[in-house]
C-alpha cells in the first residue's frame, strides 16, 4: 500500500492550528456582526454556468470542475472522451461536467440575491466564512482550498459603505495586532485610462496586465501590453499612470493632472476623496497601481497589505453595481470585501502575534488511581465541566509518570489527585505543573480554588 498524503494545496490542521485559526474567525466574525452583517451559506458547489465568465480569463482558467458521475458508463464515457479536448481547451460540455467548486463567495453570493431579492429588506448585508477552491500553482500563502471571510452590502450606492468597509477592515487588523495598509482605486479611473489608451475594450488588457505589476514588474507587464495589442504612444500614458507617486495629495493632483478632464476621471477621483476624508487613521491610502483583476467590479477597489511581512494581499474587494444582472435581476449595486485568512494565520504566526490564551484546552487533568477513586473523580470532573471548565479523568489506571506526562503534552496546566486517603478525608491535592506549585485542599473548595488558579 502506497504512503498516505494529501493532494498538493491543501493541509491538515492541529488542533493547535485549529484554536489559532478559530481566534481569527471569532475575531472577524465579532466585527462583522457589530457592523450589522447577518451570517450566509452557500454550497461548496455551484452550477458551472453560474461561475463560468465571471472572473476573467485568467480567473476562469482557476476553476475546478467536477466530473459528472455516471461517466462510468460504457456510452456516456466513449461521448466523455470524444470531447475531452475541448473542456481542456475551456469550452464546458454538459454530457462531461455541470458543477465546479466555488471559486470565491462573492459570484455564490450574487446568485442568492438573485434568487431571493423579492424576501430581502434592502440595503442587505451580509458576512459569509466559507472555503473556496482554485486550481492555482500552490506557494507560501497561496493554495488550493482555502477559507474566505466576505462582507457584503448590496442595494445602496452610498459611499458610506464603502466608508464603513475602510473602517471595518481597521478595526479588525488592528485587534489582531497586524499593521497593515489599506489600499484604495476606482476602476473608473483605470476605465479613464482605458479610455485615453483607446477605449473601453482595452479596459481588460490594462487591468489584467497592471494587476501583475507587483509580481512581474514595470518592464514585463509593458512586454505583456504589447503582446495584447497596445501600441507604444498607449503604453507610455500607461507607464506614466504607473510612475504616479510622492504623497496621498501629490499622487491626487498627478492623477488628476493625467486623467481629470474626462468624466470617468472625475467620477473616480471624486470617489476617492470622499473615501478618504473618513479615513482615521493613515493605514488608508490610494494606490493607482491597484486593479483588481476580477471584471466584476465598477468603483471603488480595495486591498489590504501586511506590513513588515513579504506575502500578498491578505485582504480585497470592491463596488460591483451590477454583478446580479449576470444573472438577469440588473441594478443591484453591492460592495464587498474579503479577508484571507490563511494568509492572515501565516503573518500572525511569522509576527508572534497570537495570545497565550488562544492554546487553553483541556484546564484540569484528574488522575486515575483506581476504580473506586475513578468514580469519585469522574463525579467530580462532571461537575467542574457544569462550572464551565474544561476538564479530562485520565482514560485508565496507570502510573503517576505516565499520566503525568499527558497532562504535560497537552499543556493542560492543573493535574488532581484523588487516592484513598484523598477520598478518606475528603480532599483533593491540586498541581499547578505551570508553576510547580502544589496544594491539598478540601473537596468542597474544588471549582473555587481551580477558578482561582485559572484567572
Known sequence: ?????????????????????????QTIRSVFERYGFQPLETPAMENLDTLMGKYGEEGDKLIFKILN??????AKREQALQDFDKIL????????????????????????????????????KRYQIQPVWRADRPQKGRYREFYQCDADVVGSNSLLNEVELTHLYAEVFQTLGIPVEIRINSRKILAALAERCGGPDKMVDITVAIDKLDKIGLDKVKEELTQRGLDNSQIAIIEQYLLISGNQQERINQLETLLGEQALGQAGIAEIKEVL????????????????????????????????????????????DDLTGLFGVPNIPGVGISFGVDRIYDVMEELQLFPDAVQT??????????????????????????????????HEQAKFDKQFKYAEKKNIPLVLIMGSEELLNQTVVVKHLGKGEQATIQQSELITYIRAQLA
Not at 458521475?69 to 460504457?74: A, K, R, S
Open 1 to 25: 500500500m502506497s504512503k498516505p498524503g494529501l493532494p498538493q494545496g491543501t493541509r491538515d490542521f492541529s488542533a493547535a492550528v485549529v484554536r489559532k485559526r478559530q481566534y481569527i474567525f
Open 69 to 74: 458521475n455516471g461517466l462510468d458508463n460504457p
Open 89 to 124: 481547451a475551456g469550452k464546458n460540455n454538459k454530457g462531461i461536467t455541470e458543477r465546479a467548486l466555488r471559486y470565491d463567495l462573492t459570484i455564490p453570493f450574487a446568485r442568492y440575491v438573485a434568487m431571493n431579492h423579492g424576501q430581502l429588506t434592502l440595503p442587505f
Open 277 to 320: 476624508s473618513y479615513a482615521n487613521s493613515g493605514n488608508v491610502m490610494t494606490d493607482f497601481t491597484l486593479a483588481r483583476g476580477l471584471n466584476y467590479y465598477t468603483g471603488i477597489i480595495f486591498e489590504v497589505k501586511a506590513l513588515q511581512v513579504q506575502i500578498g494581499s491578505i485582504g480585497g474587494g470592491g463596488r460591483y
Open 361 to 394: 484546552g483541556t484546564q484540569v487533568l484528574f488522575f486515575n488511581l483506581g476504580a473506586s477513586e475513578q468514580r469519585v473523580a469522574f463525579e467530580w470532573m462532571q461537575q467542574v465541566r457544569k462550572a464551565g471548565i474544561a476538564a479530562e479523568l485520565f
